[in-house]
């Protein structure tokens, strides 16, 4: 192989790569925590449903994430609809997607 075909080959790869390199999409990442409305910091559990809704099990109750806003599940002395602890330890999504 002689140098012209080096220098090509070198440009050809090098264009692949960098070509390659540009079809990923720019991920962004943001770190959740109590300061932006989640009940605890220690969580134990996670789990995205089949809406896309983050649910986080802490040691002080259950939080939904919908990209936006945080909402908070706690136990409530005689509401049996409630949750009966504020410790989570483990969250599963039903067959029908009910969370």
Do not use: V
Request: proline share 3%; glycine share 6%; hydrophobic share 40%.
């Amino acid at each position: 192989m002689n140098f012209s075909k080096k220098k090509i080959l070198f440009l050809i790869i090098f264009l692949l790569s960098a070509l390659t390199g540009r079809a990923e999409p720019d991920l962004e990442y943001k770190q959740i925590t109590n300061a932006f409305g989640l009940s605890n910091s220690a969580i134990n559990c996670i789990l995205q449903d089949s809406r896309n809704i983050m649910w986080f099990g802490t040691w002080d109750g259950l939080n939904s994430y919908d990209s936006k806003n945080f909402k908070i599940y706690m136990p409530e002395p005689g509401n049996l609809q409630a949750i009966s602890n504020n410790i989570i330890r483990d969250i599963i999504e039903e067959k029908e997607g009910i969370s």
